[in-house]
């Protein structure tokens, strides 16, 4: 069983400035990949970025050049840095953490960006 704690959201303006944290209660080279995902009412849950193993990323084209992923793997945490956010950012973030046997999803933590 793997557990993802999520912390970091909260409310600001747009163009602040933002950075989530997603905790893993194993090692991350244990999981093939970590990433960030987003979701708002009435709509499907949407890719924000990736990182697998070996440190490739992937992000989704609406948050290139503004959030950067990254991993700390002595703290087993990933990060989502997000720069110059906008209202249309705004959702509930979840972090996910993939396996050999399956995938692992956090509980998500609020992202709002007032205009």
């Known amino acids: 069983q793997v557990q993802l704690v999520e912390s970091g959201g909260g409310l600001v303006q747009a163009g602040g400035s933002l950075r989530l944290s997603c905790a893993a209660s194993v090692s991350v080279f244990s999981l093939t990949a970590m990433g960030w995902y987003r979701q708002t009412p009435g709509k499907q849950r949407e890719l924000v970025a990736t990182i697998t193993r070996s440190d490739s990323t992937n992000y989704a084209n609406s948050v290139k050049g503004r959030f950067t992923i990254s991993r700390d793997n002595a703290k087993n945490t990933v990060y989502l840095q997000m720069n110059n956010l906008k209202p249309e950012d705004t959702a509930v973030y979840y972090c996910?953490?993939?396996?050999?046997?399956?995938?692992?999803w956090g509980q998500g933590t609020q992202v709002t960006v007032s205009s």
């Open positions: 996910n953490g993939d396996t050999s046997w399956g995938a692992y």
